[in-house]
């Protein structure tokens, strides 16, 4: 029976032993996971990532270092977080944050993905022999390189991309900026045909390029548009000349009109084939033509028979002349007066046709009279607007509420002014705009003369404290002297 009893305790011993030993052997379920700031790694970058150990076991362990190893590091090399022989204590089913690792990738490292491993020294404690065992727990995991060019092309090709369709939307019509457009185009799809291929250096050099052509279809829109517009003045001042004899029956001076629409159409050819210098020449030798015909126009009219139903039209076409120039405002801008100088000139001729019985003539001249007053009156209006916006921007920055209020009645005056002169009502213009002026003047003024009241109120900071420390430092001085 004592025998029996020693076996039993012996078998018992051993279970006990076997149970132990199967924990200690058992790999400890602790995950570690390193965050940084992005999923990849770039070539050539250096990061700092946040560790993390989770403990999923029912008992503590100790971490006494966290290390981590790239396939890119000689064998045995590690960068790890040290607590120099202490340890950081992770309680049973928790989770803590030791420290951060500093990660450096080489920038000839290959792209793509590579492999590296955790590894973590740790006791953990076994509750079965009530001892801390020592073990090494490892982890594998990937990482993707990736190449540092990458968000860079992806950058430069989204703004070569809005940058070419915000000129798109914009509108052309030069040869030089549709040939730009069409190169840039071809550009970015190449870019972004290397940039899928991971070919990251072309995508930037397309870019590149395409921004610079779009920057050149930019300027050279710009020249286009400025000669057209040069040319397109000479092709209207033609056209309104042309326009008040297109009726006659003249055959010299429809001789005279058809060469004027001669030039005019080799004008247009040439400003399609963006030939300026042509063009103004044909646009000048049209002038010349449509001249021509309404002097001709003018000897005609003076063979012709006058009836007294074109000397009424006559009559009333110098009324309303007259009319134009005597309802004028008055002129303050040299281009305005020059026009309406040159309206009073031409009234001065109408009224010698009509007095020469050529009142066809007459006429024609009188009502280009009252288109020159017209035109002077609107030349005006631009010019008083461009006063009152001048006033305006010029008054600055106020601070005083009366002045402000004044600034902000002018602004009000001026778009008034502007909505005026798109409807043509150009004396109503002219009166908003003069008001507008007037009220920015006043608005100075009224600044100018409150700042002079108020002289601490532009005082350079801490200004205001120095004077109410000095009035103290008087009034002390006062009552000294009065004791």
């Not at 190893?69 to 309680?91: K, L």
């Not at 420290?99 to 020294?121: E, M, N, R, W």
């Not at 049209?286 to 063979?303: M, P, T, V, W």
Request: proline residues 2%; charged residues 20%.
């Amino acid at each position: 029976m004592k025998g029996m009893k020693s076996v039993i305790l012996l078998m018992i011993l051993m279970a006990f032993i076997a149970v132990s030993a199967d924990g200690a052997s058992a790999a400890v379920n602790v995950f570690v996971n390193a965050t940084m700031p992005y999923d990849v790694l770039y070539q050539g970058q250096i990061v700092s990532a946040n560790v993390t150990v989770k403990n999923n076991e029912n008992f503590p362990v100790r971490v006494y270092s966290v290390g981590v190893h790239y396939d890119w590091m000689p064998e045995g090399v590690f960068t790890s977080v040290d607590f120099g022989g202490g340890y950081v204590q992770v309680e049973s089913n928790s989770v803590t944050s030791p420290g951060q690792l500093l990660i450096q990738c080489d920038s000839s490292v290959p792209t793509g993905y590579h492999s590296f491993y955790y590894k973590v020294a740790l006791d953990w404690y076994n509750s079965y022999t009530g001892i801390w065992i020592n073990e090494s727990v490892v982890q594998p995991g990937t990482i993707y390189i990736e190449s540092p060019l990458k968000p860079q092309a992806l950058q430069e090709l989204q703004f070569a991309n809005q940058s070419l369709s915000d000129f798109r939307n914009s509108g052309y019509s030069s040869s030089r900026a549709t040939a730009d457009v069409n190169n840039a185009t071809g550009l970015l799809n190449d870019g972004w045909s290397a940039y899928n291929t991971n070919d990251y250096s072309r995508a930037l050099n397309d870019s590149y390029a395409a921004i610079n052509l779009t920057t050149d279809a930019k300027i050279a829109e710009k020249n286009y548009r400025d000669n057209v517009t040069g040319v397109e003045k000479v092709v209207a001042s033609v056209n309104d000349k042309l326009k008040t004899i297109r009726g006659t029956t003249d055959p010299d001076t429809k001789s005279a009109i058809a060469r004027a629409d001669g030039y005019l159409n080799m004008t247009r050819q040439s400003i399609d084939a963006e030939d300026f210098m042509t063009a103004m020449t044909n646009a000048n030798l049209a002038n010349g033509a449509a001249d021509d015909a309404i002097q001709k126009q003018f000897y005609a009219s003076l063979k012709a028979n006058q009836t007294e139903a074109s000397k009424a039209t006559a009559r009333e076409a110098l009324d309303n002349a007259q009319a134009a120039l005597d309802n004028a405002s008055n002129m303050t801008s040299t281009a305005s007066m020059k026009i309406l100088d040159d309206a009073r000139t031409k009234l001065g001729n109408a009224t010698i046709m009509f007095t020469s019985e050529d009142y066809d003539n007459a006429t024609i001249t009188a009502n280009v009279v009252s288109s020159l007053a017209q035109q002077a009156e609107s030349d005006e209006a631009s010019y008083r607007m461009l006063l009152a916006r001048n006033r305006i921007s010029s008054a600055g920055q106020l601070q005083n509420p009366d002045a402000k209020a004044m600034l902000d009645n002018a602004t009000r005056m001026y778009n008034q002014s502007e909505s005026d002169f798109i409807a043509s009502h150009f004396k109503d213009c002219i009166r908003h705009a003069d008001s507008a002026a007037a009220l920015a003047d006043n608005a100075t003024a009224t600044e100018k003369s409150w700042r002079a009241a108020n002289p601490l109120s532009a005082a350079t900071p801490g200004f205001g404290i120095w004077a109410s420390l000095l009035a103290i430092g008087l009034i002390f001085i006062l009552r000294e002297r009065k004791l």
